[in-house]
């Protein structure tokens, strides 16, 4: 748990210099070209760090990361002002609305790095008990058949195999040789 606190320290940081750059740009005209430096400039950057190698690329990514998210915070917290200033909406006072946006845009990160991380594990689960013990029915071309899913562990990856029943004769398919068959027709 240590290490998350120095994580969030070192993003913290460039997040907050982010955030302080565009965050209080309350004029429309001002904030549209800041907005649009800060984007040249994150874009630079991240193709800067990118090209990068050695031991501290990855913390220059890191640093790049929340820099961007940080003015992309601010510049959503000076148009969420400059709306509720133009409408006169009280709500939508700077008082309010930069601690919130501050918050919200720092978890940001980490709410669609958790959501990416639960995706994948999804994607890559194995099937439940009850879906490798049972006979799944299908009808293809007015022909009854039944098939089975099973999980063939290939060198790289996992690959779903069907085992489909025909009257008795089983047949195994497997999608990448179907593939590499079709693919090596003339």
Not at 31 to 41: E, N, Q, W
Not at 110 to 120: G, L, M, N, P
Not at 144 to 167: D, K, P
Request: one cysteine or more; proline letters at 4%; charged letters at 10%.
């Amino acid at each position: 748990m240590e290490h998350f606190g120095s994580f969030v320290t070192l993003a913290a940081i460039p997040y907050f210099i982010g955030f302080l750059a565009l965050c209080f740009w309350w004029r429309w005209w001002l904030l549209v070209p800041a907005g649009l430096v800060a984007a040249v400039l994150a874009k630079v950057e991240f193709a800067s760090v990118n090209a990068s190698d050695g031991a501290g690329a990855a913390f220059g990514i890191i640093l790049v990361i929340f820099a961007m998210i940080g003015a992309a915070s601010g510049f959503v917290a000076s148009g969420v002002v400059v709306i509720g200033r133009m409408t006169r909406l009280r709500a939508l006072r700077a008082v309010y609305v930069l601690p919130v946006v501050f918050i919200l845009g720092f978890g940001s990160f980490f709410a669609v790095t958790w959501t990416q991380q639960k995706i994948r594990e999804t994607r890559y689960a194995p099937p439940s008990a009850a879906c490798l013990d049972n006979l799944h029915p299908a009808r293809i071309a007015d022909v009854a058949i039944r098939f089975q899913s099973h999980l063939v562990s290939c060198s790289t990856a996992m690959e779903r195999v069907t085992v489909i029943t025909f009257s008795g004769a089983t047949h195994m398919h497997a999608p990448s040789a179907t593939r590499q068959t079709e693919a090596a027709r003339p």
